[in-house]
């Protein structure tokens, strides 16, 4: 394998950088996590006994990007590694790369962050999912002497989707450490599909632009889903009183299929699916996938009625599927009786609903309506939560008007 048709040039700089804190930020699609993965393979190969972590907030988030990621490096490369999938450690040579999350699953902090000594590499993966106190905690663990050969370093990836949060204030206006800012520009990799739907953004919203494509801080003041926790919950099917699942079609921008447990008026996001470019007989392999995976036989599945083709094929395979009322205010106000909780293997999910705002019009007020972009999971979510509500209610209507009287013979008032 040539390297250098691996690695994007705009990178260059990320690479040579030497800054004890080094803060990469920008927009969606620039390929910042996979150049900070290829930076921590090759340190840990070239700097052998280096002692690495790799933070994530949440453990299932952890293991679907970073974990995968490395791994996916280290072999392309051609570098042997050893793994420990219960310790999430990789062992190249005599260095380690330790895959650690903030707290544990039940949200508490996790204690093994604070037994780590002797830290040459950190990488700190949507550091903005951080609290300020969290991150002290983990630049902590970058004492040390210095190295002989080679320096320690600290490198915070994330898009600065809201102006308010700690890292402008810290980084930013505090002006500290080394920042590089990439967007979609920078990646000579991406397709031109993707690159189309970024630049389209401009005449879409002008904070989404701003912030996905641009790479630039933004605020977003009209969100729509305020009412969730991100937790890593782990109930079993039968404790749910409905296991429900919903679908957005889509090739050019992502399919994407949630499945969905409800509890009373709480509503658990278990489990995604987030892809492009998948045909009807990968969705229909990938949704039964999951079911296979939670042991679901089967699943009633609401999806985007704009697709009667597909929801046939999915149908034809043996899935459950149904065209879903696809009412946006109404389906939103129905999502939002709903206290959301999100699993951290979540992570389209949660991207999504950070940025799903309101329109505005050109006087800058704010619209009863969605912005159209970045939104396949929303959508998804509202086909389930509302099309079930609205069935529910409707046979609730129909048994209400449904009399039984205890002595038929006497209902005449003749």
Known sequence: MCLTDVFNPAYYPMFNSHARELVIYGGAGAGKSYA??????????????????????????????CWRLVKEWLKRFSIAYKENKSDLTLRVGTSVINFISVVNTQGEPGERLKSLTDITDIWVEEA?????EEYQQIRLRLRGEELEKGYRQIVLTFNPIDKNHWIYNYFFEGDRGERQKYTYRDNRFIDEDYKAELEGLKDIDETLYQVY?????????????????????????????????????????????????????????IDEIC?????????????????????????ATFCDSAEPGKIEEMARAGLDVY???????????TVKAYHLHIHPRCVDTLKEIKGYCRKKDRA?????????????????????????KRMTFKQEQQQSEVVVYENPVNISPY
């Open 36 to 65: 900070i993965a290829q930076k921590i393979a090759m340190r840990a190969h070239q700097n052998q006994g280096s002692n690495m972590a790799i933070v994530r907030k949440y453990g299932p988030s952890l293991k679907l990007t």
């Open 128 to 132: 903005t999912e951080l609290s300020f």
């Open 213 to 269: 494509a641009l790479g630039d801080w933004g605020v977003f003041g009209n969100i729509i889903y305020t009412k969730y926790e991100v937790e890593e919950f782990d109930h079993p099917l039968d404790w749910y009183d409905e296991i429900l699942g919903g679908v957005d079609f889509g090739y050019e921008h992502p399919f994407a299929w949630v499945l969905i447990g409800l509890k009373e008026n709480h509503a658990y996001l």
């Open 275 to 299: 892809k492009r470019k998948l045909i009807t007989g990968e969705i229909i392999e990938r949704v039964r996938g999951k079911q296979a995976e939670y042991d679901i036989g089967r699943l």
């Open 323 to 333: 065209p879903a009322i696809k009412d946006v205010a109404d389906g939103i106000g």
């Open 364 to 388: 800058g007020n704010v619209l009863d309506e969605p912005v159209k972009a970045n939104d396949d999971i929303m959508d998804a979510t509202r086909y389930a939560l509302h099309t079930y």
